[in-house]
């Protein structure tokens, strides 16, 4: 193929005429930021996932990174969380001073394995930071109850499965604090955005002052000039224009759920044939959301498979380094071997294209790319 043929990426946003339509007439009224769309987007999170409350910020990592800071936890506290993510998870325990520490993730579905956060809890640790991986749940009720035991906080990281459920239950209401993504790769987009979810009244509310600087009032409840700074908040605002489009985005969630679990199927039944292709296993209790399709490779192949595939024009990409890894965590001296799972799974693993606007056929043809690339490389 050309050298200039576009790729087909690993994940895409689908935009409409009518979120474009929503967009475009935010940009004709009166706010641009802190208006009304912002509580409607929130009020359509609380209404998708059964929350009491939504607070939405202009991107995941800050989501992440207030939801931390609403914990309002001493220096040097311990958060456990996975390795097998991307890094905002654990950056945003750093940015709080707080320390990540990992615990190895399960053989099947990836997501952090609650018998080794139990190996990892010290008179240091506060809480569970857990990410529902490619957007499968975790084991919450095991999580929960750990935490219950140790006295531990819960933090959702589910950027991957806004809409994915557990026991028949969405992602939203498990944890203390949930956070979503709403980045264009994700199941809906602002563009950047992103939002903590909570049942808790007091957490909601220091979570909208982080959001504004640690300010106790919006301009709009203000009388007078009088605002309080209560907290060392961030501005971490996101625009009305960007939750008119997620608003849009919300009306079409149930459709771009439908069409991945398809595509997912359709992966899932071509793939079967192939032995030395391991796919995703789904467990008993949980709806999957596939932000991602992962498959698993023998580990001798996997880069030249990789290089094959983005050759023949498909975006395949690997999910995750592990975090460790980093030059920056290096400093921190953890040992991959401690982490046997993870070095295992991230020496094996491929993400293949996944999107609502995928056709059938798009799906065929990353099969097709996939069974020519490992026949070539297994030579
Ligand atoms: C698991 C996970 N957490 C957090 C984030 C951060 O989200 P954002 O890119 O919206 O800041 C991502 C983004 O890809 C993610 O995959």
Redesign the pocket.
Known sequence: MPKDAPLLPYGRQSISPADISAVCSVLKSDYLTTGPKVAEFEASLCSFTGAKHAVAVN??????DIAVASLGLPEGSEIITSPF?????AN?ILYNGCKPVFADIEPRTFNIDPKEIEGKITGKTRAILY???AGQPCKIEKIRQVAKKHRLMLIE????ALGAEYKGRKTGTFADLT?????P??HITTG???AVLTNSDTLASKLRMLRNHGIDKAPSQREGYLYDMKLLGRNYRITDFQCALGISQMKKLPVFLKRRRELAEKYNKALSEMPQVQLPAVLPHAKHAY?LYTVLLPAEIRDRVYHLMRGRGIGVNV??IPIYRFSYYRKFGIKPSEYPVTEEVFSRILTLPLYPAMSGGDVLKVVKSLKESLKEAEG
Do not use: N
Not at 85 to 89: N, R
């Open positions: 991107s995941g990592t800050s989501a992440l993510t991307f890094v905002a998870s945003a990410v529902d991986y990281d589910a950027a991957h956070c979503f993504s709403f980045h790769v994700k950047e955005g992103g932000h999910h995750y």
